[in-house]
């Protein structure tokens, strides 16, 4: 079998004879480039034209326009860092479960709600201010903290089931109310906004433009839940939050210094009594957290998984 040389060709064919050469199809070439070249000239033209979609005005006063870049600025401004930290914090510990094997139950987070609903803990009532949703991302983040904080503590079995026993009253939750009021600086006033409700005025943004209370005016009159016996509450707005039909209002209730509320409750949640074994493992973490030299936050692990945020700090 002869072989060819590697730098040998074989010889042209004579005109009219042999197969026909191979010719680049440019066409479909030139239409591509075109297309290429159409589409980064749309997308400079696009670069150099002002993005106007902020400029879109969401107010204004005598004439004088507040825009949506303003208002996004401003929002920023004053809740951008703090959000950007809890949406930062979330993931790091997300993140950190995954490198540390650690799982979070919805059986789980629904304990802690519920711990977090009796008062027991001491968390202040407008820790609910939030939808469910994100409260639950929030409780679940806390937790797997707590796990890869304690997860070499040793507790001994012995030690969780004598705290239970001591302390049984916590793990036995009343009913708790998800509670609004509209406070109003006398009973007359808060006839007078009932009378809007009546006429079907929002609850909420009722709250926002009228109550004189700081506390919850901003919040649309959202106190959280309200559990019986709450000492932190006047005792007519505890009251009438286990009384009240859900959506519905109070009658004015009357309150030191003249002032007048109205209360409405928006969810029920049942009593709920929690075994040992349910509350077991609850117990462990939080005996093995007081062991602990000090406190320790989300940010202590923004280093050893490589957080980058928009303060650059």
């Known amino acids: 079998m002869t072989s060819i040389p590697k730098n040998s060709h074989p010889a042209p064919s004579a005109a009219g004879g042999g197969p026909p050469?191979?010719?680049?199809?440019?066409?479909?070439?030139?239409?591509?480039?075109?297309?290429?070249?159409?589409?980064?000239?749309?997308?400079?033209?696009?670069?150099?034209?002002?993005?106007?979609?902020?400029?879109?005005?969401?107010?204004?006063?005598?004439?004088?326009?507040?825009?949506?870049?303003?208002?996004?600025?401003?929002?920023?401004?004053?809740?951008?860092?703090?959000?950007?930290?809890?949406?930062?914090?979330?993931?790091?510990?997300?993140?950190?479960?995954?490198?540390?094997?650690?799982?979070?139950?919805?059986?789980?987070?629904?304990?802690?709600?519920?711990?977090?609903?009796?008062?027991?803990?001491?968390?202040?009532?407008?820790?609910?201010?939030?939808?469910?949703?994100?409260?639950?991302?929030?409780?679940?983040?806390?937790?797997?903290?707590?796990?890869?904080?304690?997860?070499?503590?040793?507790?001994?079995?012995?030690?969780?089931r004598d705290f239970y026993d001591e302390n049984q009253e916590l793990y036995d939750i009343e009913d708790a109310y998800r509670t609004r009021m509209i406070v109003l600086n006398s009973v007359e006033e808060a006839k007078e906004a009932i009378g809007e409700l009546e006429s079907g005025s929002s609850f909420e943004a009722l709250a926002r433009e009228r109550s004189v209370d700081a506390a919850t005016r901003s919040l649309g009159g959202d106190v959280g839940y309200i559990t019986p016996g709450q000492s932190t509450l006047d005792e007519g707005i505890v009251q009438a939050a286990a009384s009240v039909e859900i959506d519905s209002w109070s009658h004015p209730i009357e309150m030191d210094g003249g002032r007048a509320a109205i209360v409405s409750v928006t969810e029920q949640v049942q009593r709920q009594s929690f075994s040992f074994e349910e509350v077991e493992e609850h117990i462990s973490r939080e005996l093995a957290l007081e062991q602990l030299p000090q406190s320790v936050a989300p940010e202590a692990f923004w280093q050893e998984f490589d957080a980058e945020w928009f303060y650059g700090e």
């Open 21 to 160: 050469k191979r010719r680049l199809k440019t066409k479909p070439l030139l239409i591509l480039l075109l297309i290429l070249f159409i589409g980064n000239l749309l997308w400079f033209i696009a670069w150099l034209v002002p993005n106007n979609g902020n400029s879109e005005t969401v107010a204004s006063v005598s004439g004088d326009d507040i825009t949506r870049e303003q208002w996004m600025v401003a929002m920023e401004n004053e809740h951008g860092r703090e959000t950007l930290t809890e949406l930062v914090n979330e993931k790091v510990m997300e993140t950190a479960a995954r490198e540390y094997g650690i799982e979070v139950t919805d059986d789980e987070i629904d304990l802690e709600l519920a711990m977090l609903r009796s008062g027991q803990d001491g968390s202040e009532l407008a820790s609910y201010s939030s939808d469910a949703t994100r409260l639950r991302e929030k409780v679940k983040a806390q937790l797997i903290l707590e796990k890869v904080l304690t997860k070499d503590v040793l507790i001994e079995e012995e030690a969780a």
